[in-house]
């Protein structure tokens, strides 16, 4: 009998690739959306820092303490829709991914299911040929 091949065998293989490729963009953004929570997490503490220093500041320093409270409170604004953003580009590619790995998986089910007709056949193949040599066996013996 012929070997077993999957008439959508390539088909696969791309939905595979694809995946991968989906499974990267998503990891890259989840790894800048790490980076940006770091940034906004060090303009925080920096915040909390400016503010612990205000008890013992001179009137001078503590004027300019706030204008630059101002500028990193402004950063902190700014980071916050940086990271909105960077979340939405995650639902984006995340629903991308699971549509990727849903083609991937459709495909396997398909290429399990083919294989599955395809040992059924040969096993019926081989059962035929086994009731052949016993009925031509038992010819011979008659």
Avoid at 55 to 66: C, N, Y
Avoid at 92 to 118: C, F, Q
């Amino acid at each position: 009998m012929r070997k077993f091949r999957f008439r959508l065998e390539s088909v696969l293989r791309y939905r595979v690739v694809i995946e991968e490729l989906k499974e990267r963009d998503l990891m890259a953004v989840r790894v800048r959306k790490m980076a940006a929570e770091r940034q906004l997490k060090v303009l925080q503490n920096e915040i909390h820092r400016i503010r612990s220093e205000w008890v013992t500041a001179d009137p001078v320093r503590r004027e300019w303490s706030e204008i630059y409270q101002t500028r990193v409170l402004d950063a902190v604004a700014a980071q916050e829709l940086t990271i909105e953003m960077i979340e939405r580009e995650e639902e984006v590619a995340l629903k991308a991914y699971v549509e990727a790995r849903r083609g991937r998986e459709i495909a396997e089910r398909l290429r399990s299911k083919d294989l599955a007709e395809y040992r059924l056949e040969l096993e019926r193949e081989q059962q035929r040929e086994l009731d052949e040599w016993t009925v031509l066996r038992s010819a011979r013996h008659s």
